[in-house]
């Protein structure tokens, strides 16, 4: 194995993997959900931030969607 490699004739070429990359928000959510997602986390050892990502996920491939009805402006 050489002590130092020349890089500086590498091609560079696109991530392959940039379209599934996840894409970063913020997004405001109760302490009670945050502790609730965090809670499930740690007892399967995990970030709370991918737990949510595949409940949401979850959602979107049995196209669940939300029963609200949002109260009227008066």
């Known amino acids: 194995m050489k002590a ?3 890089h500086s004739k590498l ?3 696109k ?3 940039t379209s599934k990359l996840k894409r970063p ?3 405001r959510l109760s302490d009670d959900v945050v502790e609730y997602f965090k809670a499930m986390a740690e007892d399967a050892g995990g970030p709370y ?3 949510i990502n595949l409940y949401l996920r ?3 491939a049995h196209n ?3 029963q609200i009805k949002w109260p009227q402006a008066t």
């Open 4 to 6: 130092e490699y020349d």
């Open 64 to 66: 669940r969607k939300v």
């Open 15 to 17: 991530n392959p993997y």
């Open 58 to 60: 979850d959602c979107l």
């Open 25 to 27: 928000v913020t997004i």
């Open 11 to 13: 091609k560079s070429h």
């Open 49 to 51: 931030q991918s737990l």
